[in-house]
């Protein structure tokens, strides 16, 4: 390879890399704190701290991406929770299907079982597919899917997971024992994957099961409906394309530093 083929290729390296990294969005979709950068983002399928270990492919940038009218939707949510003297965290978004494919890539490696004590301490890996906690397609692909908990206004900051040195609690664990991620009790970690997740699981505590039934009226109010399986999963009813899976990895924002 000549010097000059090497620089064009290391060019082009580059600037694959800085345009993953930011860069305009497709028509009909924006970044959530351009539109409330109140509410707070804590996007786990950024880094290692989720039900698979690593980053997952798609997520260049730990941001929340939305279609305008879930985002704005959003806002009004966190506007009233604001006005009691609590904040909206998002855990997760727009989703890409190169994300999906990741998810399904991993579900068919049995083996691989590193996160099972934080987020399906008694489900077998091989049953994942048949119970529905993966799928080739998901809702989040479409834009107007948010994975959403409830924190304090005045919350501290939240327990930092390092990868090889967090212990790993089990996600239906008593609220003092599980995660400290700051938000209110909901019976669950995020993405615990059992039957306690599900919205109307009576086997959590009577402050969950309020906590709960508050969230869900909060959206369902501003036009959210929920997931029978998880307590923190809703869809804009009136979602803008609700055929359209896309592709396009999650980025910051033009301007933005790099994370």
Not at 88 to 105: A, G
Not at 131 to 158: F, M, N, Q
Not at 206 to 233: D, I, Q, S, T, Y
């Amino acid at each position: 390879m000549s010097v000059r083929t090497l620089a064009a290729a290391l060019f082009a390296a580059l600037s694959f890399s800085l345009s993953a990294q930011a860069g305009p969005l497709p028509d009909g979709f924006v970044h959530l704190r351009a539109v409330d950068p109140t509410i707070v983002q804590e996007m786990r399928y950024y880094g290692p701290h989720n039900f698979i270990g690593r980053p997952i492919d798609g997520y260049h940038a730990p941001e929340c991406i939305l279609t305008r009218p879930a985002a704005e939707a959003l806002a009004k949510v966190n506007a009233e929770l604001t006005a009691s003297g609590l904040r909206l965290k998002v855990f997760d978004c727009y989703r890409p299907q190169m994300s999906v494919d990741h998810f399904v890539r991993w579900s068919k490696e049995v083996a691989d079982q590193t996160m099972k004590t934080a987020f399906y301490p008694e489900v077998n890996k091989a049953d994942f597919f048949k119970l529905g906690y993966v799928a080739e397609k998901s809702g989040h692909s479409r834009g107007s899917t948010v994975d959403v908990t409830v924190i304090p206004a005045d919350a501290r900051a939240p327990e930092i997971y390092i990868e090889g040195r967090t212990a790993l609690a089990d996600c239906r664990a008593p609220y003092t024992q599980r995660f400290r991620d700051n938000g209110l009790d909901f019976g669950t970690d995020y993405d615990c994957f059992d039957p306690k997740s599900h919205p109307d699981s009576a086997a959590v505590s009577l402050v969950a099961r309020h906590n709960r039934a508050m969230l869900a009226e909060l959206m369902g109010k501003h036009g959210f409906k929920p997931l029978p399986e998880e307590w923190w999963h809703f869809t804009l009813r009136d979602e803008p394309f609700p055929q359209t899976f896309f592709n396009f990895p999650v980025v910051a924002p033009q301007g933005a530093p790099a994370p």
